[in-house]
């Protein structure tokens, strides 16, 4: 089964940062494309970012744009978010998983084929 396993969450103030990771397990990262997607309470799951499976292309939500960014690394089988600028708003359950190689541009949650358990991430004062 292919599921990553997501880690570096947790509570930071506004304006804050944290970096997540992603880590696979028994799979190559490296042969998809990966994206995170999150799900705060009451709302639906909103993509987030992907990246291709060189790394070479990445998408972002515009609600992230120019404060997350999105890396591989294939020698560690491991992609990670890091998250600037954390606002109240960014408030949520981060999922990893990998993506439809026709579909990763549009980075949607529907377009996520297998995903993590989540971590959690709290912006809060």
């Known amino acids: 089964q292919l599921q990553p396993v997501e880690s570096g969450g947790g509570l930071v103030q506004p304006g804050g940062s944290l970096r997540l990771s992603c880590a696979a397990s028994?799979?190559?990262?490296?042969?998809?494309?990966i994206g995170w997607f999150r799900q705060a309470p009451g709302k639906e799951r909103e993509g987030v970012s992907c990246?291709?499976?060189?790394?070479?292309?990445?998408n972002y939500a515009d609600s992230v744009k120019g404060r997350f960014t999105i890396s591989r690394d294939n020698a560690k089988n491991t992609v990670y978010l890091q998250m600037n600028s954390l606002k109240p708003e960014d408030t949520a359950v981060y999922y990893c998983?990998?993506?439809?190689?026709?579909?990763?541009?549009?980075?949607?949650?529907?377009?996520?084929?297998?995903w993590g358990p989540g971590t959690q991430v709290t912006v809060s004062s």
């Open positions: 028994g799979f190559t990262l490296n042969a998809y494309a």
């Open positions: 998983g990998t993506v439809s190689l026709l579909l990763w541009r549009r980075c949607r949650p529907s377009d996520f084929r297998s």
């Open positions: 990246i291709s499976t060189s790394g070479s292309a990445i």
